[in-house]
C-alpha cells in the first residue's frame, strides 16, 4: 500500500498544481476582461454624454430658430390683418366719396334729360365698380405678400430642420 500512496503522491501534487494553476490563471484573466469591460463601458459613457450635449445644443438651437420662425409668422399675419383693416378703412372712405359723387352726377342730371340721369346712374355704377375693383386688387396684393412672407419662413424653417438632422 506504501508503494500505492508513494507512486500516486506525484499524481496527486500535479493534479492539486494543475487545479491551482487553473484557478489563478481562470481569476486572473475574469479580472483582465472585467477591467477590460469597465473600461469600455466607461469609454461607452463618455461617447454617450458628448454626443446627447451635441444632441442638445442643435435640440436649443433648433428651438430658438423654429421659435423665431413663428414669431416672423405671426408678424406676417398681424402686418396681414393690419393691412386688410387699412384696405377696408380706404374701400370704406372710397364708396363714401363715390356715393357724394353720384349724388353731384344726379344733381347735375335733374338739371337736364332723362338720359343725363341714366348716365350719373350709370357713371356711378362705374365708379362704385371701380372701387369694388380696387379693393379686390389691394386685398390680394396684402394676401400674395402674406403668402410669400409664410413661404419664405416655412422655408427657413424646414431648412432648419434639416440641419437639426444632420
Keep these: 500500500m506504501m508503494t500505492l500512496i508513494s507512486k500516486g503522491w506525484p499524481y496527486l501534487v500535479v493534479v492539486a498544481l494543475g487545479a491551482t494553476i487553473y484557478f489563478w490563471g481562470s481569476n486572473n484573466g475574469q479580472d483582465k476582461i472585467q477591467a477590460k469591460w469597465d473600461a469600455q463601458k466607461v469609454e461607452d459613457q463618455k461617447a454617450y454624454n458628448k454626443l446627447k450635449g451635441e444632441y442638445d445644443v442643435r435640440n436649443r438651437q433648433h428651438s430658438y430658430e423654429v421659435g423665431?420662425?413663428?414669431t416672423r409668422l405671426?408678424?406676417?399675419?398681424s402686418n396681414y390683418a393690419g393691412e386688410l383693416a387699412r384696405l377696408s378703412s380706404d374701400y370704406d372712405s372710397r364708396m363714401q366719396q363715390s356715393s357724394k359723387r353720384a349724388d353731384v352726377y344726379k344733381?347735375?342730371?335733374?338739371?337736364g334729360?332723362?338720359?343725363?340721369?341714366?348716365l350719373a346712374s350709370h357713371a356711378a355704377e362705374l365708379d362704385s365698380s371701380l372701387e369694388q375693383g380696387r379693393r379686390v386688387v389691394e386685398e390680394l396684393r396684402a394676401t400674395v405678400r402674406l403668402r410669400d412672407n409664410q413661404l419664405i419662413e416655412l422655408g427657413n424653417q424646414i431648412k432648419a430642420d434639416r440641419k437639426l438632422l444632420q
Design 107 to 111: 344733381r347735375q342730371a335733374e338739371a
Design 113 to 118: 334729360a332723362f338720359e343725363c340721369r341714366s
Design 74 to 77: 405671426q408678424t406676417a399675419e
Design 68 to 70: 423665431m420662425l413663428t
